[in-house]
């Protein structure tokens, strides 16, 4: 056994972004992951602009082998097969497959695997062992259930988008697709629960993932709702309500955070900056003080830092235990040595024409026994079609061939 979960098959019904994260999580952990994609139609990120191929990275496609950048992102470590679910023959497929996997990954509109004809129930049938994993926007039940929903949709219903900005201007996404990301790591969760309880009892699971339940619960551990009675504003910009200083601050050549939680961390910082005249300050002495005067706060580490670069403030800063950092631009987070170190920082790899000259995210769990290799490049699309069948299926050649003319796989 060379990865945690070596042996465990998945099934990936899934496109965009929500459920291929999943998946791609759970092949870096060791499952072997079986993309499936219908012929001439597949996963829609197939089709997203830039694309990478033998004549470089271009916003439009230059040639037949050319593939998106996000799908060669998110589908790395997985195998890929074309099959057409909308075909009695394909469905057989399916349910010979779910047959010898112990995953079933979907994220689907609720209601279209039941009428595929892949309820849990029919699912249970075909193997009591199999753990089915739906992600939707707002679940399987519900008034919402039937909504159509994107990343964006969910940032706006689940409150992420309210408490996101700054309080004079409108609400802003998150930058990062969290409403497809969380959800993602909240069915990886709920994957690996399932299959620790399978080994005991010897039954599956149905799992149902909302996106905005994912996103909701992200949203409650400050007490918004409290706040919001006494009349605080939730949009803080990158201030935080109740401590100060908590905020994002402009250096001579760029920005960088400073964050004091505590008395210990504030008298550090006034020793940093040369301010300990103000330590016996009863407008500062304690949190509750400094949050009542934190723009008092805000004018004092203003006029210390102007003059100062990024550099400077945070060796001055750190050299107190203050936590203080640089905001990185994009191509420094690229250079980070930090992020370097561990791994993190990998290329985009065309599965045929090789490296893009882009970088992606490593996986971010580091195991001590099991370790996680590199991820494999993704497939080209339909790239394992004739090794499955053949592998796993045990198709012979013909069958395979009369399948392709049918354009069943």
């Given at each position: ?24 999580n ?35 496609k ?113 930058g ?110 304690d949190?509750q ?8 706060v ?43 170190y ?18 992606v ?35 012979p ?13």
């Amino acid at each position: 056994m060379k990865k945690h979960l070596e042996g465990i098959r998945v099934v990936d019904l899934t496109a965009y972004l929500s459920g291929p994260y999943t998946s791609m999580n759970l092949a870096a952990l060791g499952a072997e992951v079986i993309k499936i994609e219908r012929p001439g139609v597949g996963d829609p990120c197939r089709w997203n602009p830039p694309f990478a191929g033998p004549h470089g990275v271009s916003f439009e496609k230059k040639d037949d082998t050319d593939v998106s950048i996000l799908y060669l992102k998110r589908n790395r470590n997985k195998k890929s097969i074309f099959l057409d679910l909308q075909k009695d023959e394909g469905k057989e497929i399916l349910r010979r497959l779910i047959e010898k996997s112990d995953i079933v990954l979907e994220n689907f509109t609720p209601g279209v695997m039941d009428r595929l004809g892949f309820s849990y129930e029919r699912l249970t049938e075909i193997n009591p062992r199999i753990i089915y994993c739906s992600i939707s926007g707002y679940g399987q039940d519900g008034p919402f259930k039937d909504r159509p929903a994107f990343d964006l949709t969910i940032q706006a219903t689940s409150g992420i988008m309210g408490l996101t900005g700054f309080p004079d201007a409108p609400p802003v996404r998150c930058g990062a697709w969290i409403g497809d990301m969380l959800s993602s790591l909240y069915s990886v969760i709920g994957i690996l629960s399932a299959l620790v309880s399978r080994e005991k009892t010897g039954m599956g699971e149905r799992i149902d993932v909302a996106m905005n339940d994912a996103c909701f619960s992200v949203c409650t551990d400050e007490a918004m709702d409290f706040n919001l009675s006494i009349g605080i504003p939730i949009r803080t910009g990158n201030r935080l309500s109740r401590l100060a200083p908590w905020n994002s601050y402009q250096a001579k050549d760029g920005c960088v955070v400073i964050c004091v939680a505590n008395n210990s961390q504030w008298h550090s910082f006034l020793e940093a900056i040369g301010r300990e005249d103000i330590k016996e300050d009863a407008r500062f002495k304690d949190q509750q003080g400094r949050h009542k005067y934190s723009d008092d706060v805000e004018l004092i580490i203003g006029e210390w830092i102007k003059d100062l670069t990024k550099a400077e403030v945070v060796k001055r800063l750190t050299q107190k235990k203050v936590p203080c950092e640089a905001i990185a631009e994009f191509d420094e987070v690229l250079k980070s040595p930090q992020l370097e170190y561990r791994e993190m920082i990998q290329d985009v790899v065309h599965p045929l024409s090789g490296k893009t000259g882009l970088k992606v995210s490593g996986f971010p769990i580091k195991f001590s026994r099991l370790k996680t290799d590199p991820l494999t490049p993704a497939p080209y699309p339909g790239q394992h079609s004739e090794g499955v069948y053949r592998e796993i299926l045990d198709l012979p050649q013909e069958r395979i061939d009369a399948l392709k003319k049918q354009g069943v796989i």
